[in-house]
């Protein structure tokens, strides 16, 4: 399609979004954690059936994954992809349809529950785009797919419903595209050729002491001590082992152990996440993890080896070069000077090209603003983004509702009629 056409073409062929705007605060509202996202995905489901336009709809795919598949005529298969779980964490943004649900999770604990990612506004931007597109069918021939995953956020869902016979339900796409909101400017859309997303990988690192009193310490040997000295000694792989030329990060997010203060535990549990853009740097940096990890352990006394277990892995995420130079000229000539095509490689990671790469078909993915203009722009002139601006897992984090719907119901349906040809 030309896409001179196609620009012509979305701004006039438009639809209703104010009950997509209340249909986010539902799925705000009402956040479900990674594998538990069954009423996220039954309302998916229910929504894209009340459309009544033709969409085959598949459920029940590697767990609560679902997948709408709109046929009409010959042409390419594009699928669009949105993910849906939620975090364990306590919201405080506020707003008047804040989360306030709980749920226990894989570990049997109660905890909070937010989209804190903006996964609700992915699901809500991907069922509008599948309306609005399914009512543009006469301006275009292919089949779309519409894909809902769930279990992004530990690294799980694509490769589950890959495994669970995704493509034995729904057609191999030629071409798989995606989007994320980020805590950027609203109505802005950025991407890039190359890797676009980092590779990650998590571990869970159990430390072994030997517990006791908390007034003899010389009779135990303290995990506390012990995992204190590897988190330190963590921090200066980046610093001292990787070139300064090379993008690498090591992250403790979680520490635990013991349960009073007068009780010297016998093991602590430390969750190490690291990021990286590049498979040599990656190699190197888990062996040092590995070496620090076992070498604190004996310079302190472990009782017994450290046990390192992985616990979630990301690809890399590259957007192939033909097709995101298709779908970044899209982007030009409809959203002009809000698109940047050389946004740097972002930190952040995603499972989401799985779809396509497990095939050995290309992706493309994008990321589109959700801060309100004014915030940011007072924010930036004041010099303080990174202050005043929440990011993406934040209790505060909240994109405002317009332009941000309407840029990534825009965004989607620009990429995918992209590549959809004319009737």
């Not at 104010?18 to 229910?46: D, G, M, R, V």
């Not at 994109?399 to 349906?413: E, M, N, R, S, Y």
């Amino acid at each position: 399609m030309a896409d001179q056409s196609l620009s012509s073409l979305l701004s006039i062929s438009t639809i209703d979004l104010s009950p997509y705007e209340t249909l986010y605060k539902h799925f705000h509202a009402h956040p479900e954690l990674s594998l538990q996202e069954a009423k996220t995905a039954s309302k998916a489901a229910a929504h894209l059936e009340s459309l009544h336009a033709g969409y085959e709809v598949h459920t029940s795919i590697g767990g609560h994954g679902l997948a709408g598949v709109l046929r009409n005529d010959t042409g390419k298969t594009i699928l669009l992809r949105a993910d849906m779980d939620a975090l364990p964490v306590q919201e405080d943004t506020g707003l008047e349809y804040a989360s306030k649900v709980t749920m226990r999770d894989n570990d049997d604990l109660v905890k909070p529950v937010m989209h804190a990612c903006g996964h609700d506004m992915h699901i809500t931007a991907l069922l509008a785009a599948a309306e609005r597109l399914a009512k543009m069918k006469e301006s275009w021939s292919g089949t779309l797919i519409v894909l809902f995953q769930p279990n992004e956020e530990r690294a799980g869902g694509a490769q589950t419903m890959v495994d669970d016979g995704l493509y034995s339900k729904v057609p191999v796409p030629d071409i798989v595209l995606g989007q994320h909101v980020m805590a950027m400017r609203a109505g802005s859309v950025l991407s890039r050729l190359g890797n676009i997303l980092s590779e990650a990988d998590s571990f869970k690192i159990t430390l072994f002491g030997r517990g006791g009193h908390g007034s003899m310490p010389h009779r135990t040997v303290d995990p506390v001590v012990m995992a204190a000295s590897v988190v330190m000694k963590l921090q200066t792989i980046v610093s001292r082992e990787v070139s300064p030329d090379q993008f690498a990060v090591v992250t403790v997010g979680s520490l635990q152990a013991g349960q009073t203060e007068n009780i010297i535990a016998d093991q602590a549990v430390i969750r190490v996440n690291v990021r990286t853009q590049n498979h040599e740097v990656r190699t190197r940096v888990l062996a040092a993890i590995r070496r620090v990890v076992k070498g604190e352990c004996e310079a302190s006394g472990a009782t017994k080896e450290p046990l390192i277990e992985e616990t979630t892995k990301f690809p890399l995420s590259v957007n192939d070069v033909a097709v995101s130079k298709s779908v970044h000229h899209s982007f030009e000539r409809y959203f002009g000077d809000r698109f940047d095509l050389n946004t740097a490689c972002w930190t952040a990671s995603e499972d989401y090209s799985i779809l396509g790469s497990s095939q050995g078909k290309p992706c493309c993915f994008w990321f589109f603003g959700g801060v309100d203009e004014k915030t940011w722009d007072e924010a930036k002139e004041k010099g303080r983004l990174h202050e005043d601006i929440p990011v993406n897992h934040s209790p505060f984090f909240a994109p405002v509702i317009q332009p941000t719907l309407k840029t990534g119901v825009d965004a989607l349906c620009l990429a995918a009629l992209t590549f959809l040809t004319h009737s």
